[in-house]
Each structure stands twice: as structure tokens, then as C-alpha cells.
């Protein structure tokens, strides 16, 4: 009969609470007289209150319990007996579990019956459960000092009946909390409805364990004449429940108000796979030799590239010295090298200047710094012929790249200073003059940007000056402290310059027209300038000069520099962000290919041909190549490549390409003999 306790203990522990007395000071039979018995409990309840009634959804419960009892009434009643010192916890027990199982029905298929705010939330749900069950603790503290006062033998060890009883009933909930997790899994008992029940199941194993406790140490409550005192100290096995319980709860609050983020991984562990990501070199590096067809036969271009490349489509234009002394302009067929046409004027000096390729034209100068009554062409971008009635006549050199904007052309010419002419007929329209009187020597291409005209100087005073577009008047005028023969460039409200001594090719020189010795020894720097004030915001100084032009990105400022490196510099700030070696010298522009507006890559070449594609956040080496096809420098500064590379961006299936251009010639077994030639790299992502 003994093992039957546990058992129906779990069952009398749900349906009891349904049944309980709600008189108080007063004499109550067994809930279930009802069934025909005689009464087996007489309880007397002396707390001064009325007992709740416990309301639980169990009642499908009641009639087999009354079976039950109609069939083992001894061990009902012994049950009934046991568990009526538990009367605190089984209302806290029936009113969390029913209010858990009307909230989860609420929230699943009422949500919008449910106020707004946070008095309804989960954290305050297990706020209200967590009161509840600590007023039960209070209620049941109270209720034990009395019953102990009026009955001391309540304090007693518990006895096998209750222990056995306890452990039905952590049995049984053990059995609902893992049946709920193989239909619903483990996490679902720690959620509402389910959530309460596990809690309820804590706070039985919690006052099981305390009732075994009690009985192993029973006698050391035995006085030294071996006698049990009529008052034990000792917690009562209810108030261990609902304790467990209150802390339950308050763990519930805590993690219920905290932010659910989930587990936060940190750290960075990288693995075998290749770390750089960028895009992909396909195949090896190309060399299109230009060409010219000569009835049947075809015959390379003699000279070298000197300029940069301008796109016109299919087809590349640019700037070759055939000698010291004379030069052509080219364009040719990017994909073959043959030449559509050749600007062949008999005294074209070598072209050091980029091509201006706009609305259907070609504007383009001549000579180096030691040319004078140098001009500026131009012809139309289809045929080479002239568009002009005569190229437009300067007493200088016109080697930096013109400028159209506004139906003006605006264009270097040393101590000329800057011209602005009409873009259609070549008519001068106003002058910024130079010279030496002026302090004035412009060779860098001019930007133009939001009506202004932005320069610099590298002979007799090294400023940067910002002149009105219309007009030509000076807005204003900074001292940079170092020459000015790079293209500025203009973005987000600022003007970038590279600057430094020397030129091109030297890191000082001395120039006769100044007089006195100005290099005295290597320096540059790149500075980043107002554009409204000019007023100087950053400069990061460098070990030799900076005459190439800049590249820049959302993020950053390039510079190749005369001392092999490329610098990445902060845009904001004009802080180091990295620089990589690429050679013993940069004498050309980096590039920058980006996509939606975020860098991909860089690229630039050193003046012996070194090709590089670097990572535009790190700097590190994504592909490189130390040799170009038919090209050799020898360690001679007329063989310097100092031609920027142009990057053609075009979207694929997979991701996108790039094909790099830049241009230089083909070496012979004779050094002075030279081809000009364009290499072209590839190179994917996504492929």
C-alpha cells in the first residue's frame, strides 16, 4: 500500500488545492466526503483569515481522484494529512500555473487583447509570479511559527509518508518537464506556460531534498537524555518550496529584462584559406605594340609614351616623344595598336601632356620645361583634324593637361601662367599671368570645381591658387613651402596637393631662372587645402617629392612618391593609414577602382615597370608582376614609365573585371631604339 503514495500523491497534490477549506477557526471534513465516505481529516485553522481557494487546471483530475479515494481512503487521507501544512504553496502553485497558461493563451491567439506597455510584457509576468510566490513564502512562514506554537509536532522530521509523497510529486513533475521537452524541445520548458511547472518541479526537488536532510539528521534534534524536544528548529518543507520558487523568478526577471542578443561571438581566428581578398590576375601581361600600316606592311611607332591615357571609347589617345626634341599624338586601337590616327605637326615638340578627350574633341599641348612658343591643339577626336583655325600660341610650354568646362578650356603654360580660351574657336578669353615677375610658373593641369579654378606653382613661389573660373580673378593664395607640379585634386570641400623638390625625374634640381640654389635637400609632402579659404587643414610631410597626381576614395588620399612608396593617407585627417613598396622610384599616379562607391583595389606601377594591385584598406600585395613583356628599364631615367594606369571597371555574371592600361614602349638590343607600346592587365572578382 506504501508504494501507491507516491503515486497518488502527485494526483492528490493537483486536485487538493480544489478542494481546500476556505473557513477558518472551524471544523472541515475531507474534500472528499462527497464520494460516499466517512470523514477521514479534521482540520482546524486558526490564522485569524480565510484560506484561498486554489484554482488550477486540473480538474479533469477530480473524478479519478474521487476513484481513488473510494478505493484506497486510508492513503488518501494520510496524504490529506501530510499536505496540510502546504496550503501557502499550492495556491502560489495553482495561481501561477493558471494565470502562466491564460498568458500564453492570451499572447497566442489574443495578442491585441493585451494592453500596451510594459505591464504586460514578459519581465512583468515573471515580476507578478515572483510576488505572488513571495507572499505565499511570508503567508507560509506565518502560518508555521502558529501552527508550531499551537502544535509543536509539526516541527518534527519529516516522516516516510511525506518524503515518499514529496518525491511522487518531483517525480511526476520531472516526468511532465521532459515529456514537454520531447514534443517541444528542452527550451520550451523554460518558456511560458511550461515555464512554471519547471519551476514548480524545482521547488518540490528543492523541499524533497530538504525533507531526506531532515530524516538522515533527525537525531540531532535528540536532547542528551535521548529525548526529542517538543519544538524542533528547522524550516518548514513549504516555505524551501516557495523559496526555490522566489528565486526561480527572480533569476526569470533578470534574464527577461536584460537584452536578448543571444550569444556574442568575439575575436578573429583565421584559418589555411588565403586571407587577402581582392581581385583575381587572369593570364599574363599584354603588350600592344602601336603600329601604322604602310600600303600592306605593318611598322611599329618609334618613341616612348610620355603622357597619360585618354579614353575615347575603343580607342586610346595619348602623348610619345620620338626624340628629345619632337613628338606626335596618338590614338590607337586598344585592342589591336593600330593607329587611327597621329597629330604629326612638323614642330610638335615631345607631348608630356595628357590629352583632353570631350565632345567629340582632342585638346592637347606640347614641350617640356625647356620648350618655349609651345601651343595648344585642337582636333577633333574621330579624324585628328584641326578644329581649331590655328593651335592657340604661347610663349612657354604647354605640358599640363587642359581642363573644358563651361564651353571653356582652361590649360598650363609656364611663366605664361594660365589661359582660358573658348573651348569651340580658341579665342582667348583671360589670362593669369606668371613669370618671374609674377613669381608665377604653372606646368601642373589645372581642376576646375564649383566655378573655380584651382593651380599651383613650381618655379619662384610654390602657392596654390584658386582663381574665379569666369573671370580669372584671384580668390585667394596659399604657400605650400615646395613645388607644385602635379595635378591638384578636388573633393567633398577640399583640395588636395602633392608637393616636393626636384621634378619628375631628380629629387632636387636647380633651376637657372631662380637664381639662387631653392633644393637644398630631398623633401614632399601631401596637403589638403579649404577649397573655399585655402586655408591649410592637414599636410603629412614625405621623404622625397610628390609630382605625379592623386588618387582618392571615400576613404583615402594616394600619393606615389619619388622614394618607391605609395601612400594611403586618412582623407579627414591626414593620417598615415599604410604605404607599400612597389620600387626604387613612383614617377606616375596610383589608381583607384571602386564599386558602388567602396575601393576595390589599387593599382600603380614604379618607373621600372613593377606593376602592383594593393589591398585600398590594408595596402597588403594582392597580385603583382616584376616584368613586362619586351619592356626593360636598364637603370635608365629615359626609360621611366610615368604613365598613370587607366582602369576600365565592366560588370559580369559573377561579380565584375578590370582592365588596367598603361602606356610606355618596347626595348630593343639597342638602347636608343625604342617602340611605343600599351600593356594592358586583367584581372576579376567573382570569377
Known sequence: MRLLIPLFGALAFLALPACAPVATAATTTSPLACAGTEPLLTVTEGLGS???????????????????????????????IGMRRWRAFLVVASLNSTLALVYFALVTYRPHWLPPGSGFGPAA???????FAFVGLVW??????????DAPEVTASPDRTEILALAGLTAFAALGTVLTALFAGWDSTLRVPMREFTFIGLALLAATLYAGYRALTRRADLGPDGR???????????????????????????LTSAPNSGPVATGTETGD???VFGPRLVGEPVAIAAFELEGDKRERVFGRVMSNLALDGERLVFGISVSPADGRVLCVNRATGKVEWALDDPDLKAVFCTPTVINGKVYCGEGMHEDRGRRLFCVGAGTGSPVWKEPFKTASH???????????VYFPAGDDGLYCADADTGAPVWQFKGGQEKGIHIDAAPVVSNGTVFVGSGLYSYVAVALDAISGAEKWRTDLGLRVFGQPLVSDGNVFYGVGTGNMGADVWHYDEEGTVRDAEAAGAVCCLDATTGKEKWRYPLPRSVHTGLAADAFSIYAGCRDGFVYALDRRTGKLRWKAGIGSS??????????GGFPVAVYAVSREGRMFCLNPQTGAVVWWRGALPGYDWAGRDENNIMCTPLVLSTATSAGSKRTIYFGAHLTDPNPNVRHVAVFKFEDVIGE
Not at 488550477?56 to 474521487?66: E, Q
Not at 604647354?398 to 571653356?408: D, L, S
Not at 613612383?586 to 564599386?595: L, Y
Open 228 to 254: 526529542a524536544p517538543a519544538v524542533r528548529l528547522s524550516l518548514p518543507g513549504e516555505a524551501v518550496a516557495l523559496g526555490t520558487l522566489v528565486l526561480c523568478g527572480f533569476a526569470t526577471v533578470l
Open 125 to 131: 509576468i515573471a515580476g507578478y509570479f515572483t510576488l
Open 273 to 275: 584559406a588565403e586571407t
Open 398 to 408: 604647354t605640358e599640363g593637361a587642359p581642363a573644358v568646362a563651361g564651353g571653356k
Open 50 to 80: 480565510p484560506a484561498l481557494l486554489g484554482v488550477i487546471p486540473s480538474f479533469v483530475l477530480i473524478g479519478p481522484l474521487a476513484v481513488v479515494a473510494a478505493l484506497f481512503p486510508g492513503v488518501f487521507a494520510r496524504l490529506a
Open 586 to 595: 613612383v614617377t606616375s599616379a596610383p589608381a583607384v577602382a571602386a564599386e
Open 140 to 149: 507560509a512562514g506565518r502560518r508555521y511559527r502558529q501552527m508550531a506554537a
